[in-house]
């Protein structure tokens, strides 16, 4: 097992060039491969260009394997091959759509890891369409041996939770259906950005979807007609997935002059995860849309103040939309020391790794207790635990290596296990941050709800922090803040009333940090102060 030791990089007007986004990149390539099926032969040749696919796992494999059928194709080969996609899960799901329509016999597997994801939904799906599609081992689960052929088409119903790649799997391969598709969607439909980016990238290729909110219990119908794609050139945005652990190591810069450039992104893009500029502004990070002197759109990050509120109530998200936001979120607001309760995450369990379980195992390194809730719910309401100094273990997931990296803004270094997870969507990302010194020893929190003075990730998360000298509120830890009796809220009240106003936003973050609630009664008063402080 590989390690690397990062430090924090310099952000004064830093530019950045991110990766393109991986899920247009794979929605576009599996579009223009289908609009190259024609009269149920696959010809590839003299396709437009496309212009900036990502170069992640993801998309390379999905650019593989779709020059494995060109050549196949080609070649008149007949025989049965095998389609390798690695660890890519997006990969699988549209891969194994394409295939079913594609002619050729083929066997698409992957990983270990892979072979255990869950993929039933989809085949059943398929199957119902017309699809030839049979198990190569465990029911339910890749390798799967299909039988491409043309489909007749039809109507599809599947709950709304369902991981959105099923939806996009279905929706891209609906033109190319004899009777068009019909897909229903039932009860809370997830991650419904992602949805509508594949139904904008369709009608980009000449597809006609339609969408309407359905009845009798189906939340929503779209349906595809038949008549194939129209081959275009296309050019992919930048990833703003990746721009979010840019926002993270911004918000937790330590420099109140932080900036960084990110060119490529705009305020109109098809991502769903461009409301990461919503999510952080809260958290410090102010983003502008610019463009250059070529007329190129460009972002700029610059730090701001937390938004008061947040250090007397927790910051709530719902994240059905914006799955792949909760690491990097999650992870800020507990260095930040910030409260939390983020809920919609109930499909992180099928990620590339259990992503709840993931998070509060590494979390708690660095002494940070985080609780789920209701199998969808992270919540962290202060509770601190004993850190160790191990690495951050990664899961095979490169989303827990880049979001857990930013931690050195404040710890001035951390270590990360297999590093080389990144290059699923981002192999870059590593070349933008400093290696630490090997003989750096990262930093470690005490676990003892105190701003300690040792070189700990308290202390570090409190740098600029001036400790107060009230000991005594600390026998307050694990009191909710609407339990305290009138005698103690007078307590609190005392000690507002003899600090000076610009005192207040500290010795707030001061309480956070030792597990402190302040009184509800007074959060009104202190978010006046700090807010009148920073106005």
Known sequence: MSTIKVAAPELRERRIILPSSKSISNRVLVIRALSALGSGVFCYDSLPELYNISECDDSRVVVKALEQL?????????SESSVDIGAAGTAMRFMTALLAVCPGVHTITGTERMRHRPIHLLVEALRHLGADISYAGEEGFPP?????????????????????????????????????LVLELTGKVVSRPYIDMTVAIMSQFGAQVGIADGEDGTALVLKVLPGGYRPVAYTVESDWSAASYWYEMVSLATDDRAS??????????????????????PLGVRT??????????????????????????????????QPDLAQTLVVTCCILGIKFGFTGLENLRIKETDRLTAL??????????????NGDTLVWKGGRCVSNSKAIDTYEDHRMAMAFAPV?????????????????????????????????????????HEVCE????????????????????DR????????????????????????????????????????????????????????????
């Open 70 to 78: 060109a050549a196949e194709a080609e070649k008149g080969v007949s």
């Open 260 to 281: 960084v450039i990110l060119p490529g992104l705009t305020c109109d893009s098809l991502q769903g995860d461009s409301r990461v500029a919503e999510y952080f502004e």
């Open 408 to 448: 050195a803004m404040r710890t001035g270094s951390i270590s990360i296990n297999d590093p080389e997870v990144v290059s699923k969507s981002y192999p870059t990302f590593w070349n933008d941050i400093p290696k630490a010194d090997e003989n750096t020893v990262d930093a470690e929190c005490c676990g003892m």
């Open 144 to 180: 799967l041996r299909i039988s491409g052929k043309a489909l007749e088409g039809g109507r599809v119903r599947l709950a709304g939770s369902v991981s959105s790649q099923y939806v996009s799997a279905l929706l891209m391969i609906g033109p190319v259906l004899r009777d068009g």
């Open 454 to 473: 040792k070189d700990s990730l308290l202390a570090a998360v409190s740098r600029d922090i001036e400790y107060y000298e009230d000991e005594e509120l």
């Open 288 to 321: 502008e849309y610019l463009f250059d002197s070529e007329g190129k759109p460009y972002v700029r990050l610059s730090r701001i103040p937390v938004r008061p509120q947040l250090l007397v109530s927790p910051y709530v998200l719902n994240l059905v939309n």
């Open 476 to 535: 307050f830890r694990g009191v909710k803040s609407d339990e305290y009796l009138p005698p103690e809220i007078e307590e609190f009240q005392y000690i507002l009333e003899t600090m000076r106003e610009d005192e207040v936003a500290g010795w707030m973050r001061s309480l956070t940090l030792r597990g402190v609630a302040l009184p509800d009664e007074l959060k009104d008063e202190v978010l006046m102060i700090i807010g009148e402080r920073r106005q």
């Open 360 to 373: 509060r195992t590494e979390l708690a390194k660095l002494g940070f207790d985080v609780e789920e809730e």
